[in-house]
């Protein structure tokens, strides 16, 4: 894909190659399953516009190009990373925070989200600790390991009471910031069987307590 001068000149500011993952970072998860056009705005009112995708697993915002991969970096400059008319990233102290507006508010998520190894594929789709052979069905013949993952997320949630950001992720931060609904939102927990552990549901949850403000 060919850019502008001036593009280019902006890629060569904000864009370092990376070769590959650091032993030190989780395995990428990405948010997106292909590189998508997004509008990168920078705090000086400037934009970029490239295919990107955030890595969930290391907060980390990645531009491809040449089958190469480019993390975006001098993140002090930017001021959000937006796909379309929904999806938007702001950069913050927190670092890359989804803002999603719910129907009573807007809660931000901290992706923290790893690909686990849960086990191996076994007779009749069974999930087995021990390693398995599978026979190919096209003809010709080998043993596979099959493994199985899945994705699991420890992901942080906030909301912005009074413009300073406030951490929901647990029951009692939650409590702490709604103290005097106690009782409704301890209810409404058990009788909708909230999984604090799964955004949906996280959200869901945050979406009535949001709804409880003045």
Not at 24 to 42: D, G, R, S, T
Not at 86 to 91: A, D, E, G, L, R
Not at 100 to 112: A, E, P, Y
Not at 190 to 206: C, F, R, V
Request: net charge positive; glycine share 6%; aromatic share 12%.
């Amino acid at each position: 894909m060919k850019y502008p001068g001036y593009v280019k000149n902006i890629l060569a500011i904000v864009f370092s190659l990376v070769g590959s993952v650091s032993q030190a970072q989780n395995e990428p998860v990405f948010f997106f399953e292909q590189f998508l056009h997004a509008k990168i705005h920078f705090k000086n009112r400037s934009v970029t516009i490239v295919p990107m995708n955030y890595d969930a697993a290391n907060d980390k915002m990645y531009f491809k190009r040449d089958g190469q991969l480019m993390e975006l970096v001098n993140l002090t400059t930017v001021d959000s990373v937006v796909w379309g008319k929904k999806v938007c990233f702001p950069y913050t102290n927190h670092g890359f925070l989804e803002k999603v507006k719910l129907t009573h508010g807007t809660v931000f998520i901290q992706w923290r989200v790893k690909n686990v190894n849960v086990g191996y594929r076994g007779a009749l789709g069974s999930i087995t600790q021990a390693k398995v052979d599978r026979v190919y069905s096209a003809g010709s013949r080998g043993s596979q390991h099959a493994d199985v993952y899945q994705l699991k997320n420890n992901n942080n949630y906030y909301i912005i009471p009074e413009d300073s950001f406030k951490e929901v992720t647990t029951l009692k931060q939650l409590l702490k910031q709604f103290p005097h609904h106690t009782t409704a939102i301890e209810t409404f927990v058990k009788e909708h069987n909230i999984q604090m552990q799964q955004p949906h549901s996280m959200l869901e949850l945050l979406d009535y307590c949001l709804s409880l403000q003045p």
